[in-house]
């Protein structure tokens, strides 16, 4: 049963960079067919797509977000990450990991989700 | 804004059936996939590849697709079927992923 969770500060300050990690367990990033994903959700808004890495090590990213984003991933710890740079209250949302397959948009797995507040 | 179209709110009433639509440019190309997502939670995927379900998820849960429009059915809907449904998918020019706007589902 493969399980995500995400972890990181729940307040940002505007102008700096958020910085989460998502912990996976019972998967393997390099497993055929699957990739893992950022999805954020503003407070009463609907679901936007951050970026995606494949298993083979392809990167795509949101244009809009394109120029602040960065998912990286740690093999050895299970982990992957986000950071996203000089940051808005137009950020603040609920960040989402999740892992798919099939044709880049079916998402199984999701983590429960993090607070992130931008505001001084 | 975004590029996958769908109505805010849709209601019906207990053990009825009810559609829930989705349109956009990018499903031409592409199937959609079907979310469901409760008050505090994460969305929960429902339907993948127009019309398949995930283990665990009721067969009363259909989808389908014609054009730039997919549709999400609920056959007899039950009052745990009350939430927002999301729809997403690919889109390739660039690479990207686009979600609904989202449909707040009434059961009555």
């Known amino acids: 049963q493969l399980q995500l969770q995400e972890s990181g500060p729940g307040l940002v300050k505007p102008s700096e960079t958020l910085s989460l990690a998502c912990s996976v367990s019972g998967g393997s990033f390099s497993t055929t067919g699957h990739y893992w994903a950022w999805i954020r959700q503003p407070p009463g808004k609907g679901l936007e797509w951050i970026g995606s890495?494949?298993?083979?090590?392809?990167?795509y990213y949101n244009p809009p977000l394109r120029s602040r984003v960065f998912i990286s991933v740690d093999t050895s710890k299970n982990h992957f990450f986000l950071k996203l740079s000089s940051v808005t209250a137009a950020d603040t949302a609920v960040y989402y990991c999740?892992?798919?397959?099939?044709?880049?948009?079916?998402?199984?797995?999701w983590g429960q989700g993090t607070l992130v507040t931008v505001s001084s | 804004s975004s590029e996958l179209t769908q109505d805010p709110a849709v209601s019906v009433a207990l053990g009825q059936t009810v559609r829930i639509t989705c349109q956009g440019d990018s499903l031409r190309s592409y199937y959609a996939s079907w979310y469901q997502q409760k008050p505090g939670q994460a969305p929960v995927l429902v339907i993948y590849?127009?019309?398949n379900r995930p283990s665990g998820i009721p067969d009363r849960f259909s989808g389908s697709s014609s054009g730039t429009t997919a549709s999400l059915t609920i056959t007899g809907a039950q009052a745990e079927d009350e939430a927002d449904y999301y729809c997403?998918?690919?889109?390739?020019?660039?690479?990207?992923?686009?979600f609904g706007g989202g449909t707040k589902l009434t059961v009555l």
């Open positions: 997403n998918s690919r889109d390739s020019s660039p690479y990207r992923v686009v």
């Open positions: 590849s127009k019309n």
């Open positions: 999740a892992e798919g397959t099939g044709s880049g948009s079916n998402f199984n797995s």
């Open positions: 890495f494949y298993y083979n090590g392809t990167t």
